[in-house]
């Protein structure tokens, strides 16, 4: 049972609602559906599933935690045959982040991407704003942070720092 590029089976869904309720392991608090990096569950026989994936930058370490996790809770869930394969076209984008990740960065304290729009306006301010404070008076500390996509910031108004969420 080999399913074509047509909409997903019910089956296919089911997986994928489970594989994208695993959470991102190095932000816990988003699952991997909200981050936008899984692409596509497909059936392609009975008992065998593939997986698809796109990191969030060529080089993440994290894309083997977050195959492990994907393959461990298709397992549970009777499927004995799990292939995760990395598909780096379309390349992810933050873009990709849905309203509910980009909530929950925020509320855990990280500055989510700001999203973009090909449709208006295109902004013209840098600001990143505080997800402590609200304040868009933040200075970057540095390029990079606890992750290669994230940068350490700091807000001038309350002082406190924090992760911002490279924009890709």
Sequence with gaps: MVTGTGEPTALESELRALAGSVLDPELPVVTLEELGVLRAVHV????????????????????EAMSSDIEQVLHEHGIPDVTVVTVLSPAWSTDDISAEGRRKLAEFGIAPPRPHSTDGPVPLTLAIRCPHCGST???LL?????????ALRRCSVCREPFDHFKEL
């Design 142 to 150: 540095s390029r990079f942070s606890s992750t290669a996509c994230k």
């Design 137 to 139: 008076d933040t200075e």
């Design 44 to 63: 392609s026989g009975p008992g065998r599933v593939e997986v698809e994936l796109t990191p969030t930058y060529t080089g993440c370490p994290a894309i």
